[in-house]
C-alpha cells in the first residue's frame, strides 16, 4: 500500500472527525519566526535555527526541550495534526502566571500554522515519522509506507476530550533531517483570525515584497478546527479620526483555561498582576519614510480584559499612512496599517 492509498483511506474514513487534517503535515510557530520562514523559504531544526540566529521567538517549553535528545533537536519537525495538547498550553499569549508547568518560554503570543501536503513531504527521500511523541525520551521512528499504514490513525486524529493514552497519540510527529526547503510542499499559511492574518501580511511587506507577493494568497484565515482560541489576543484594531480602539480576547475557550489553571495551580483572580502593553504608532510619509513615532504604555486585565482607546492622536503633515502595533510583554501581537487620509485599513 503506497502513502496515497493510505492518506486516502483516511480521508474517506467516516469514523475519523476532522477528515481535512490528513491530508496535511503541520509546522506550529509564531509570527515572528514565520516571516523568517516565509522570506528564506526554509525551515531548520531547532538547532540549526538556533545556530544560524533564525529563531527569533524561543517558544517551546525548556523542561521539554531540556528532556529531548539532541538528535531529535536536529530534525525539522511536523505534526499530523493541529491542536495537540502542546498548542492547547501554550497558544496566543498565556498569563505568566497560567504557563505550562510554571515554564515562561511555553507561550506563542501569535501562533501561526504551515500546511505542507503530507504525501508528498511523506515521499522526502530521509523522512522518518513516528505513531507518538519524540519529546522527552522519543519514540520508535519509521520510514515506509508498510509502516505507516500500521499505526493508529483514530487516536492520532482523535478530537474533543482524551484518555491519557490519546495524549501521546495526538503528537505524532514528522521529522526531516537538519533543514527543509519549503517550496515544493507549502500548501497554506493559516492565521487565526482578521487582524493576525493582516499583522503577518504587513511584516512580510515591510521584511520583503517578493516575499510577500509570493506567499499572501496562501495566508488563510481557517476554519475552526484548528486553532484552540484560548489565550489573549488582539481581536479588533480600529482608527479613525484621530483616535484608535483595540479590542482583546474573551472567549469562553480563554475564561475555561483560566478557571481551569488557576483551580490547578491554587490561584486567586487578585494574583493574576496586569498584563504590561505598548502601543506604537508610526507615522510614515512618502517613499515609506518615518516622519514621527510616539508610544504608550498601558496595562490589560488578563481574566477580563477591556478594550483601550486612545484619542487625540498627533496629526502630523505630509504623512499618508499610521502604523499601529500593539505589544504585550514586548512580544507583537497586531500590526495594522491604515490610510491617513480615508482612514481605512489597507
Request: glycine share 4%; hydrophobic share 35%; with cysteine.
Amino acid at each position: 500500500m503506497s502513502f496515497h492509498e493510505i492518506i486516502q483511506n483516511n480521508t474517506n474514513d467516516p469514523s475519523i472527525a476532522i477528515r481535512w487534517w490528513t491530508r496535511f503535515a503541520f509546522h506550529y510557530t509564531d509570527i515572528t519566526n514565520a516571516v523568517n520562514i516565509l522570506t528564506t523559504r526554509f525551515l531548520y531544526s531547532r538547532k540549526h535555527a538556533k545556530e544560524m540566529g533564525l529563531m527569533k521567538i524561543d517558544n517551546a517549553s525548556r523542561q521539554v526541550i531540556e528532556m529531548t535528545s539532541a538528535e531529535t533537536t536536529s530534525y525539522v519537525r511536523f505534526y499530523f495534526r493541529p491542536k495537540t495538547p502542546t498548542q492547547y498550553h501554550n497558544e496566543g499569549f498565556k498569563h505568566s502566571s497560567l504557563r505550562y508547568d510554571g515554564d515562561t518560554h511555553a507561550n506563542v503570543p501569535v501562533p501561526i500554522f504551515f500546511l505542507l501536503d503530507l504525501e508528498t513531504l511523506l515521499e522526502h527521500p530521509h523522512v522518518l515519522f513516528s505513531e507518538t511523541h519524540q519529546a522527552g525520551s522519543g519514540s520508535p521512528l519509521y520510514h515506509s509506507p508498510e509502516d505507516f499504514a500500521s499505526f493508529n490513525f483514530h487516536k492520532i486524529y482523535s478530537s474533543g476530550s482524551m484518555t491519557s493514552d490519546e495524549k501521546a497519540y495526538r503528537h505524532a510527529e514528522i521529522l526531516i533531517p537538519n533543514y527543509l526547503d519549503i517550496t515544493p510542499y507549502l500548501k497554506y499559511v493559516f492565521c487565526r483570525n482578521t487582524i493576525e492574518k493582516t499583522t503577518l501580511l504587513n511584516l512580510l511587506k515591510q521584511e520583503d515584497s517578493e516575499t510577500f507577493k509570493t506567499f499572501k494568497e496562501i495566508i488563510k484565515i481557517p476554519r475552526k478546527e484548528t486553532f484552540e482560541n484560548n489565550g489573549l489576543y488582539v481581536t479588533e484594531c480600529v482608527h479613525h479620526q484621530g483616535k484608535a480602539g483595540i479590542t482583546f480576547s474573551d472567549s469562553q475557550a480563554k475564561e475555561y483555561f483560566v478557571r481551569r489553571q488557576m483551580q490547578k495551580l491554587h490561584l486567586h483572580p487578585h494574583q493574576l498582576a496586569p498584563v504590561e502593553a505598548r502601543a506604537e504608532f508610526d507615522w510614515i510619509g512618502k517613499s515609506e519614510k518615518l516622519l514621527y513615532h510616539d508610544e504608550v504604555g498601558f496595562e490589560v486585565n488578563y481574566a477580563h480584559p477591556k478594550s483601550v482607546l486612545f484619542q487625540n492622536l498627533k496629526a502630523v503633515p505630509l504623512a499618508e499612512k499610521l502604523h499601529i502595533k500593539i505589544y504585550l510583554e514586548h512580544m507583537l501581537v497586531c500590526f495594522n496599517e491604515y490610510s491617513i487620509a480615508e482612514s481605512e485599513m489597507l
